[in-house]
């Protein structure tokens, strides 16, 4: 087999396991929660606990590659997630679980890293397009399967055979990595930005707490304001010690490059708007539809499959006609019309209304997918390929973490919100009980928290559609927002279609 083709197979694949295990455990989580009698906070970190290690490293790991070597880092990746991934399916409580997550994301983090820093040193000009197009689609496929294999196995093995099935595959990489894969690093990398990887970890994973936290405890708690006021001063300090180290984890000058600025600000507008409904609808099938995991899985494979589909359409027949900075903004500009479209309609319970809205932003969504890693690493030469693919992981995934955070707020508030309306004579303590069992999908048990007042189920559902009308809305805003920046701030000479030089790109605007 081609050397090529077994070096993408080495990039791809295990990319592949992330975002499958990723959207296999989103369809799993109301049997997780079930299995281990968890409340809905505890599943959040189901998610969060493996995203937070997994972002908060990210950046650390492609130091990592470029110092110590992106095939030995790979090869060690893929040993920790594949190790931790047994230890979450033999999880017995959901804290082992959790901690057993954090274990997976640690891995993830160092070989996905790894794996982009290897396709951005062996592939160069039209190769390394048609590289990330390939590795976009293999995503696309995994985040397609990821919901019906989700529901499959959970339906019929158990969901903890979710992370079983990342046994085999992980062994199988760990062997093609070491016979295709070829020693590369950054000679000039003599060191590690220790301060670097403490100040920006502690800041991402205070900063997710506290969101993640505030739904529980209160956003004005001490608790939040103290985990949030403290991640402010890590960042702060993050930045002030990569301006004076010579050899950063981060180095910050690329963010003056406002290509790289604009390519990053889609790249984490596209987890935090499309990416965390991924997770949510599900969920939101299962409680509010009544779906089980399977059938909520295969509800979800229409939206999906332009995470497959597109990149490769992309690829052959738009990038050698489209700069990289129209089709970043055709992405966002569709992702934000899909969940404008879709906050309309959900309200009505239905699925069919529901799939054409959010398929037009998985259109986007597709563009997205592989436009973002390949115009951000435009501007970073490939000597620093593991810095650069650390960013393009850490600001895509550190979306997911903070998008699942946030939006989850801002779901747990509108719920909150109206059942306070409906409800202003009960206890503050049984409106925010009833919060939290609307919000986990558990209708009956919510009605049964006031024992002086009759409380019906179809209000409760209401409220879990309005709080994803209000999420969707919000994400929604946040994409074309992102949209206007991108376009402003990246360059088409910079990003002109393939095959052209800047000269031409630069003539063709003028003219």
């Not at 369809?27 to 906070?41: E, K, P, Y």
């Not at 992106?70 to 017995?92: M, P």
């Not at 949209?483 to 402003?488: C, P």
Request: hydrophobic share 55%; proline share 3%; with cysteine.
């Amino acid at each position: 087999m081609n050397r090529k083709l077994l070096l993408l197979l080495c990039v791809s694949v295990p990319s592949f396991m992330i975002n499958l295990d990723a959207n296999i455990v989103a369809v799993s989580l109301s049997s997780i929660a079930h299995s281990l009698h968890a409340d809905f906070a505890s599943i959040e970190w189901v998610i969060s606990a493996y995203v937070l290690a997994f972002a908060s490293l990210l950046m650390p790991a492609g130091a990592f590659a470029d110092r110590f070597g992106r095939k030995r880092i790979l090869v060690l990746g893929l040993a920790i997630f594949t190790v931790a991934s047994f230890f979450c399916g033999a999880a017995v409580s959901v804290l082992l679980l959790n901690v057993a997550r954090a274990a997976q994301g640690i891995g993830a983090a160092l070989l996905l890293s790894a794996a982009l820093a290897v396709l951005s040193h062996e592939f160069h000009g039209k190769e390394r397009a048609k590289a990330f197009a390939f590795w976009g689609s293999v995503i696309g496929i995994a985040v397609m399967l990821g919901p019906v294999a989700g529901g499959l196995i959970t339906q019929s093995l158990g969901w903890q055979w979710a992370f079983y099935v990342n046994l085999p595959i992980g062994a199988a990489m760990i062997g093609l990595t070491l016979f295709v894969v070829e020693e590369s690093k950054d000679d000039a990398a003599s060191h590690i930005d220790l301060m670097g990887v403490v100040l920006f970890s502690g800041f991402l994973g205070l900063l997710t707490w506290a969101l993640i936290s505030g739904n529980r405890e209160g956003w004005s708690s001490q608790g939040v304001l103290w985990r949030t006021g403290l991640a402010v001063l890590l960042f702060i300090g993050f930045v002030i010690a990569e301006r004076r180290e010579s050899r950063p984890m981060v180095d910050l000058s690329y963010f003056r490059d406002r290509t790289f600025l604009g390519a990053n600000i889609a790249g984490i507008t596209y987890p935090v708007t499309y990416l965390t409904m991924l997770t949510y609808l599900p969920f939101f099938f299962q409680s509010a539809l009544h779906r089980t995991p399977l059938v909520a899985g295969l509800m979800m494979l229409p939206l999906a499959a332009p995470l497959f589909v597109v990149p490769r359409i992309v690829s052959a027949c738009l990038d050698h006609r489209f700069s990289g900075r129209t089709l970043l903004s055709i992405g966002l500009c569709l992702v934000a019309a899909g969940l404008t479209l879709s906050s309309i309609v959900i309200g009505q319970l239905s699925y069919f209304l529901l799939l054409v809205p959010m398929f037009i932003a998985s259109l986007g969504a597709g563009i997205l997918n592989g436009q973002v890693p390949k115009v951000s690493m435009t501007v970073i030469p490939v000597e620093r390929a593991g810095m650069a693919s650390g960013i393009a992981g850490t600001v895509r995934f550190s979306g997911l973490v903070l998008g699942f955070a946030a939006l989850g707020a801002v779901l747990f508030a509108s719920i909150a919100g109206d059942i306070a309306f409906h409800f202003p004579m009960a206890s503050v303590q049984d409106q925010a009980q009833m919060t939290r069992l609307t919000a986990n999908g558990d209708f009956a048990a919510a009605t049964r928290v006031l024992t002086n007042q009759k409380v019906d189920m179809a209000v409760l559902l209401a409220s879990l559609a309005r709080g994803y009308q209000t999420l969707l809305n919000v994400a929604a805003v946040m994409a074309i927002a992102a949209a206007a920046l991108t376009w402003w701030l990246t360059d088409a000479a910079e990003t002109a279609p393939h095959g052209e030089t800047r000269r031409r790109a630069v003539n063709t605007l003028l003219d």
